[in-house]
């Protein structure tokens, strides 16, 4: 089904259009759909979980992971929204000239359409931050050549879908550097999409700590700021090759009072600095690598999923399926530990 098709279908009624997602329905004229602002956007966001980043099927749909049926177990799971990594750098996503295939658009249009479908709101997540941390200035064409164009596909999408414009930026794309990025980035995509709810993160991985350092344009009130959470490290990442601690394992979390309050304390500061600037908070990623033991996962994620909520944020999960699952597609089911802790059965919301 066409992009349109699939909006016309969600999104008809009579001489009224009337726009239905995440189980609202918002009265609009045809004409101009009525922009939520940005901290209507990150409630309707609430719950999310992050997913097909490093899936097979965005080079060969027929090798693919992730089934259609999964979106709607997410939102029967509780979740209101899906975040999508996306790597145009490779997946043989652009040909020579920095121009998107008919064939990636084609893989990101199911994943966008199967998710309004389901009444998931869509993070459409640019997650080339390695590339980008290397080589910031040489690759920086490609990044606005990929924005340029998603950008032009999706400004007829409703406000369901939302824009990242870099994952984690880090290393040689400094703080500095990426304000100056960021903004001719935010340039590209409000040529065509004006009030399209824009997620941008500060530096240093999308760093509590650099949210000081974050400059957005203060007239852009259309931006979700997000950071990324992940303390302590050598708990959330135990056993991560990646991270250099392959072998560095049993490490648990408690839960005693100060591990809670070092949590607090970095989420306090980044809340003082969300009400200073008058900007809502996505927390779009946090998680701990599956080799930690299960209580101490559990007890980690129900605190920091509780206090995000405590502080009006939004969230999603790293990840669904690869690593730090929440769902075993092997097996076919929820892995209902981490499912419970991120969504407490009572809590869910219809
Ligand atoms: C990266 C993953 C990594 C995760 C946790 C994400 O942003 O894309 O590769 O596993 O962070 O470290």
Known sequence: MSLPRAFALLCCAAALAVVCFAGQATMATAASVDWPDAFQQNNRLGRGVNIIGYDPLWRDPSKAR??????????????????INLHPFRDRAMDQQDKLTE??????????????????????????????????????????????????????APPEVLFELLNEPNSELTPELWNELLRET?????????????????????????????????????IIVTIHYYSPFDFTHQGAAWAGRKDKVGIAWKGTDSEKQAILTDFHKAQAWAEKHRRPLYLGEFGVYDRADMDSRVRWLSFVTREAEKLGWSWAYWQFDGDFIVYDIPNNRWVEPVLKALIPPKSKQP
Request: no cysteine; hydrophobic share 40%; glycine share 2%.
């Open 66 to 83: 992730f089934k259609d049926e999964y979106f709607k177990l997410i939102r029967e799971a509780g979740f209101n929204h899906v975040r």
């Open 186 to 222: 935010l340039a590209v995509v409000r040529q065509i999409n004006p009030k399209r709810t824009v997620v941008i993160g500060p530096g240093q991985w999308n760093n509590i700590n650099m949210l000081e350092k974050l400059k957005l344009p203060d007239d852009d009130r259309h």
């Open 103 to 156: 064939q990636y658009l084609k893989t990101l249009d199911w994943a966008v359409e199967q998710a309004l479908a389901n009444k998931l709101l869509v993070v459409l997540d640019f997650h080339e931050f390695q590339e980008m941390a290397r080589q910031p200035k040489s690759k920086k064409p490609r990044m606005l050549a990929f924005w340029q164009q998603l950008a032009e596909h999706y400004k007829n």
